[in-house]
């Protein structure tokens, strides 16, 4: 009988103890963004292709045994020794992807950084200074957003002397940071109304606390996003330019400049065409992938990761 009612004595303890016990503490949200990421399958593929493609252009060309400049003998076919082939003038093709995928995706990586920079300046100061500043910030947008990007990049590229691959990459960031400046704009809009700005003016803190300590943080999921795909647009936007003999220019090079210079062989030695052509398309699909899957990590309504 003492035994029976020390087990119920137990067994009660022990469920009036379970609804006292501590709550899990809810995962930060930081976690949450990369739980829901790595969920997307199309997003992790396109990482890890996107991180094979990066390492295979830094590393392969210290052990690859021809030289982007080194010549051998023109229109080569493919083999194991040129998988690529040669270019007219004898050098080797996988080489001249290597360099030019350098450079590509350096021109890139530096427009997206240059235009996110001055798109979340210029968007957060008109979405919470308003006013004035709001409507010429607003009008230099639309302003910029009518004029055709190539077209007004390769006149400036032209009339800058340049073809230098920082040249061209400060043309295309002057170009490209409308798309940001909008997003932005309406996010600090809509966050300077919230109680915590509110607090934060009348605890007497400045515009540029306000902006960079209250605003842009809560903002880092749209700019993740935009600036993850400005690369993708700066890559094709890169080769465009070069493509039309306005964009790289020797001795600096680039995917749009190999592809130019080996486009009048696409009839007779497609391969020549189709290896540079096919890692620019890579690059800009990848990188759209992933830009997705941040979008979508970064959306609180996202409840069911796409594959």
Same mark, same amino acid.
């Given at each position: 009988?003492?035994?029976?009612? *020390?087990? !119920?004595?137990?067994?009660? $303890?022990?469920?009036?103890?379970?609804?006292?016990?501590?709550?899990? $503490?809810?995962?930060?949200?930081?976690?949450?963004?990369?739980?829901?990421?790595?969920?997307?399958?199309?997003?992790?593929?396109?990482?890890?292709?996107?991180?094979?493609?990066?390492?295979?252009?830094?590393?392969?060309?210290?052990?690859?045994?021809?030289?982007?400049?080194?010549?051998?003998?023109?229109?080569?076919?493919?083999?194991? $020794?040129?998988?690529?082939?040669?270019?007219?003038?004898?050098?080797?093709?996988?080489?001249?992807?290597?360099?030019?995928?350098?450079?590509?995706?350096?021109?890139?990586?530096?427009?997206?950084?240059?235009? *996110?920079?001055?798109?979340?300046?210029?968007? !957060?100061?008109?979405?919470?200074?308003? @006013?004035? *500043?709001?409507?010429?910030?607003?009008?230099?947008?639309?302003?910029?957003?009518?004029?055709?990007?190539?077209?007004?990049? !390769?006149?400036?590229?032209?009339?800058?002397?340049?073809?230098?691959?920082?040249?061209? !990459?400060?043309?295309?960031?002057?170009?490209?940071?409308?798309?940001?400046?909008?997003?932005?704009?309406?996010?600090?809009?809509?966050?300077?109304?919230? $109680?915590?700005?509110?607090?934060?003016?009348?605890?007497?803190?400045? *515009?540029?606390?306000?902006?960079?300590?209250?605003?842009?943080?809560?903002?880092? @999921?749209?700019?993740?996003?935009?600036?993850?795909?400005?690369?993708?647009?700066?890559?094709?936007?890169?080769?465009?330019?070069?493509?039309?003999?306005?964009?790289?220019?020797?001795?600096?090079?680039?995917?749009?400049?190999?592809?130019?210079?080996?486009?009048?062989?696409?009839?007779?030695?497609?391969?020549?065409?189709?290896?540079?052509?096919?890692?620019?398309?890579?690059?800009?699909?990848?990188?759209?992938?992933?830009?997705?899957?941040?979008?979508?990590?970064?959306?609180?309504?996202?409840?069911?990761?796409?594959?």
């Amino acid at each position: 009988m003492n035994s029976l009612l *020390t087990g !119920a004595q137990t067994a009660s $303890e022990g469920t009036s103890a379970t609804p006292n016990a501590p709550a899990p $503490e809810p995962s930060s949200q930081g976690k949450l963004v990369l739980r829901k990421f790595l969920r997307h399958k199309a997003a992790m593929i396109s990482s890890a292709v996107l991180l094979l493609l990066v390492l295979v252009t830094v590393l392969m060309p210290i052990f690859w045994p021809y030289d982007y400049e080194q010549t051998v003998g023109g229109f080569l076919p493919p083999s194991g $020794e040129h998988p690529l082939g040669t270019t007219q003038v004898g050098k080797d093709m996988v080489s001249q992807v290597l360099r030019g995928t350098q450079y590509s995706l350096l021109i890139a990586l530096t427009v997206s950084i240059l235009s *996110t920079t001055l798109g979340v300046l210029i968007g !957060a100061s008109a979405g919470y200074l308003r @006013g004035f *500043t709001d409507s010429a910030a607003s009008r230099l947008t639309d302003l910029f957003l009518i004029v055709p990007q190539v077209a007004a990049a !390769a006149i400036l590229v032209k009339v800058a002397g340049g073809g230098s691959w920082y040249v061209v !990459a400060l043309v295309l960031a002057a170009f490209g940071w409308m798309p940001i400046a909008r997003i932005v704009r309406a996010e600090a809009m809509s966050l300077s109304q919230r $109680e915590f700005v509110e607090a934060s003016r009348a605890a007497g803190a400045g *515009t540029g606390r306000i902006i960079f300590k209250h605003l842009v943080p809560n903002m880092v @999921g749209s700019i993740t996003v935009n600036a993850t795909l400005a690369v993708a647009q700066a890559v094709l936007a890169e080769a465009a330019l070069s493509f039309i003999g306005l964009g790289v220019q020797l001795p600096d090079t680039s995917l749009g400049r190999v592809i130019l210079e080996n486009y009048a062989q696409l009839q007779g030695r497609p391969w020549l065409f189709f290896g540079p052509f096919v890692v620019l398309v890579l690059i800009s699909l990848t990188i759209n992938f992933i830009g997705d899957g941040l979008r979508d990590a970064f959306d609180p309504r996202q409840r069911r990761m796409k594959a």
